[in-house]
């Protein structure tokens, strides 16, 4: 096991350069620059501030001028916040998004599993015709119509909720962003969870156990579910990895001052380093989360081995 691990984080650095490499290049590509945003500025400022942040340099050179400081894990300074810098900033918005992320992955899972599960067990019944109906509308309505819809609702016709804002982490404020990023990832989980227990509940070893005279919790619980949670799992690694690196839309309209709000600021403005820092810690947390997955096959699975 410890052998899988450490040969899965050695494959994941070239992963990771190959990814920084791409975004940095691709940033660099897209007109304009972090100070060419600002309307009137005097275009000896801007030449001042392209040599202090290095800016005037061959762009070989910026790129490398950049590993160096990433391997010192130096993700540089805030073009548009120069009273910040890009770690002080994840320091800051990366634990709110990670919160709000963390509470919709686990309901999402939570719920959408079991959802999953009572459609499967009451195939092409009304219950089954229900759960399929919202998790495609789940699906299909994006983070954009539900926030708004939800503001509307319970914030401006009811007032049960703030329209907006953090407030300190107060839990009606994450009430809004927690169920707008949770909806659509509980409509893939209890899609399938669905799809894969009534494959499960096919199989041979499960009518050998219904013949043999196991309970209809013990088939279940104890054997189909082992293996319709597969596909849950390899979908919880990448979702996981999104949610808690911050939604762009969500954090936008809701006002939340994660990273996902700090990367839509930044690429308007420009803002190389929040971007490229985004880009770095949303790798991250991808390569570690599929890792994981992996080694939760084995877990689940006692026919999975990691050599």
């Not at 290095?54 to 950049?66: T, V």
């Not at 998004?97 to 019944?125: D, E, F, P, T, Y």
């Not at 499960?206 to 189909?224: C, P």
């Amino acid at each position: 096991m410890a052998r899988f691990v450490l040969r899965r984080l050695l494959t994941a650095i070239p992963t990771l350069f190959l990814i920084i490499t791409i975004s940095f290049f691709l940033m660099r590509i897209a007109p304009g620059g972090p100070f060419n945003q600002e309307k009137g500025l005097n275009p000896a400022v801007i030449e001042n501030l392209n040599r202090v942040y290095k800016l005037d340099r061959p762009l070989w050179e910026q790129y490398l001028n950049y590993l160096g400081n990433l391997a010192q894990g130096d993700l540089g300074p805030s073009y548009t916040r120069p009273e910040f810098t890009v770690a002080e900033m994840f320091a800051s918005g990366l634990p709110i998004s990670i919160q709000i992320g963390g509470m919709a992955l686990v309901l999402a899972l939570v719920i959408g599993s079991a959802l999953g599960v009572m459609a499967a067990l009451n195939q092409n019944r009304p219950l089954d015709y229900l759960v399929v109906a919202t998790a495609t509308a789940g699906s299909t309505i994006p983070s954009f119509v539900i926030a708004p819809l939800y503001q509307l609702i319970f914030a401006l016709s009811f007032s049960l909720v703030p329209v907006a804002g953090w407030g300190g982490g107060a839990f009606v404020n994450k009430i809004g962003p927690v169920l707008t990023l949770m909806l659509p990832q509980l409509a893939v989980v209890a899609r399938l969870m669905r799809g894969s227990m009534i494959e499960a509940l096919r199989a041979h070893h499960i009518r050998t156990g219904r013949a043999m005279g196991l309970s209809a919790w013990s088939v279940v619980v104890k054997h189909a579910l082992r293996s319709a949670v597969m596909p849950v799992i390899s979908y919880a690694g990448p979702a996981a990895a999104s949610l808690l690196t911050g939604s762009v839309i969500v954090e936008t309209v809701f006002g939340i001052p994660g990273i996902g709000r700090y990367f839509v600021e930044a690429a308007l403005a420009r803002d190389y380093t929040v971007v490229m820092g985004t880009v770095v810690v949303l790798a991250i947390f991808t390569i570690l989360f599929n890792l994981i997955v992996d080694l939760a096959y084995a877990l689940v699975d006692p026919r999975v081995r990691h050599d």
